[in-house]
């Protein structure tokens, strides 16, 4: 699944808690705006490949999740750029039990 998106990608969001992206397999690619996977509560993968293309705009990221994120399976990598500098401004790559390679500005 290609998701292009002017704004989230891919919003678990409603009024409350209990809102999560849970993702267990297949191949998901998120080009977005705003932030690429972006949930209220958690995110959630537990196989696939999973690759977000995320923002070029502050207070947005590749990936958010005000319930935490967990990688039991697959792979997840997250990158978002800062446009007005030119330069990576985010990194994420979490494969299988849960490895992170994080790379702030």
Request: without cysteine; hydrophobic residues 40%.
């Amino acid at each position: 699944v290609s998701v292009v998106a002017s704004d989230d990608g891919v919003n678990a969001s409603r009024d409350g808690s209990g809102q999560s992206i849970v993702i267990t397999g297949g191949v998901l690619t998120v080009d977005a705006g705003g932030d690429g996977l972006d949930s209220n509560g958690s995110i959630a993968v537990s196989g696939g490949v999973v690759v977000v293309h995320g923002p070029e705009a502050d207070f947005d990221g590749a990936l958010d999740a005000d319930g935490g994120i967990t990688v039991s399976g697959g792979e997840l990598l997250g990158l978002a750029s800062d446009a007005r500098e030119g330069r990576l401004r985010e990194a994420r790559s979490i494969r299988g039990a849960g490895d992170l390679f994080h790379f702030p500005r």
